[in-house]
């Protein structure tokens, strides 16, 4: 069992900053891949970013590439997703993942999530 628990959302304007952290435990995390997605009201579950187990390889929607970065500290449990230059487009539930796949865009290649946390970018 992986559990994940996001925090660090909030209200930005449109250019600003905010890095979003996501907490695991469980002793079998660090053998997961993690993915960061995101939910805005009325959309699906879209694809922001994941990084695999070592932190080597990152990957990114074509949409926030340039402006986000993911990261992971394996010694302190964590991924984060650092968002720069942030657009009112960003808004949304943010959400962090775990699977078994180096790279998957698709939810449901993700066994695991947390409760998400808040984006809202104010123009």
């Known amino acids: 069992q992986v559990q994940l628990v996001e925090s660090g959302g909030g209200l930005v304007q449109a250019g600003e900053s905010l890095r979003l952290s996501c907490a695991a435990s469980?002793?079998?995390?660090?053998?997961?891949?993690m993915g960061w997605f995101r939910q805005a009201p009325g959309n699906e579950r879209e694809f922001v970013s994941s990084?695999?187990?070592?932190?080597?390889?990152?990957y990114y929607a074509d949409s926030v590439k340039g402006r986000f970065t993911i990261s992971r500290d394996n010694a302190k449990n964590t991924v984060y997703l650092q968002m720069n230059s942030l657009k009112p487009e960003d808004t949304a539930v943010y959400y962090c993942?775990?699977?078994?796949?180096?790279?998957?865009?698709?939810?449901?290649?993700?066994?695991?999530w947390g409760q998400g946390t808040q984006v809202t970018v104010s123009s």
């Open positions: 469980g002793r079998t995390w660090r053998n997961y891949n």
């Open positions: 990084i695999n187990l070592t932190g080597s390889r990152t």
């Open positions: 993942a775990a699977g078994l796949f180096q790279y998957s865009s698709n939810p449901r290649d993700y066994d695991y």
